[in-house]
């Protein structure tokens, strides 16, 4: 499986995640067969963006999409079922804020 690394500026307040190391050659967030298929994996490591360029900021968007995605939504909850994974019984809660 893929590992991604989760980066947070804090001048820009920009997110994105970056295939650190792929589990094949050319591998990434559009054709690593382990990332999107629904299986439950750990929270990538959370990283500040002190050296790293923004993509949106820094570069402008131009970068490769198979390595770096740009994240526009950060969702927190819990499950209650069966297990982690969509395909267990359960049912999915976000935390809401009012």
């Not at 947070?8 to 995640?17: E, N, S, Y």
């Not at 390595?67 to 994974?85: A, C, D, E, I, Q």
Request: hydrophobic share 35%; net charge positive.
């Amino acid at each position: 499986m893929c590992q991604v690394v989760h980066y947070k500026d804090f001048h820009c307040h920009h997110r994105w995640a970056v295939v650190a190391v792929s589990c094949f050659p050319g591998y990434g967030f559009d054709n690593c067969p382990y990332l999107f298929n629904g299986w439950a994996k750990p929270y990538p490591r959370m990283m500040v963006a002190k050296g790293e360029l923004c993509p949106t900021c820094d570069l402008k968007g131009r970068y490769d999409r198979n390595y770096t995605r740009m994240l526009v939504k950060n969702r927190h909850g819990f499950r209650w079922g069966l297990g982690p994974s969509e395909q267990d019984w359960g049912r999915d809660f976000t935390c809401v804020i009012l």
